[in-house]
């Protein structure tokens, strides 16, 4: 520890950012896109930042923001330097930093260290999920749902109610402003209107439907009339192979740790590769 250099990081630091972010990621798995220039800045260049440099490379980083409530944070450890008091320093920091404000902790690449040191500290984990990888070598078969007939999305009012049936009795749900919910995705430029779809049911009426964003299953969801007959492995296989056919090697998605859809895409070919989680420390 007292070969350490302690200092505030920047935007001029950024490869260094993606340096470590990798490492960890290359240890512990993950969400991929943290290695990306928008989620690196979102995540560990906030108001408040401190990294530890040694020999010139940083080894570890945290930042903090607290213009709103509960106040934020991200904290990474090169794995080369964990076990040496790093992270929990890190840690001590971001809840000074917090200022007596509750403090959410976001990790985008979840380990079992990090995880004992958040529980020791007296965090909470309110959320995990699973990141999973396809390789588009394999692809699954799914025998057709009777009655259902599927197609692309239209970025309308059909496709916000399908959603929104779709995970309304999600637990923890909260309902977006449809104009809201679909803006995003028309901006978003890597979403692939061409290869989401919807799936109706004999009459019409739309039953499930899937989005596509670059080479990433979003969302996927069915309406609870029609769980249990196919519909999301089928949207999913279709995607899946629309993919493979747009010449996309390998295909993502996330999802919850207690989401049982989990099982259903291993079952279609999908492998854990990674989790990532967030963590509330409650101020009494």
Known sequence: MDVLTWKEFGEEHLTALTDLAEACLAVDGGLPLFTGSALLRARLLQARTLGAWYDGGLIAAVSVGTDRQPATSTGLVHPAWRGQGVGSRLLSWADEQAGGADLLSTTESWSPGADALFTARGFERTFTEWVLRHEL???????????VATGPVTLDSELF???RASFADRPGFVEPVAEEWLDELREDDAYRPDL?????GPDGTAVGFLNVIDNWI???GVV??????????????IALRSLAADGTREAWLCVNDDNPAAALYRRLGFHDAGRRARYLHRRA
């Open 218 to 220: 979003d969302q996927v």
């Open 224 to 237: 609870p009339a029609w769980r249990g007959r196919r519909v999301g492995a089928h949207l999913v296989a």
């Open 161 to 163: 109610a399908t959603y």
């Open 196 to 200: 989401s779809l919807i799936a109706r």
């Open 137 to 147: 070598t394999a692809l699954p078969e799914v025998t057709h749902p009777d009655g």
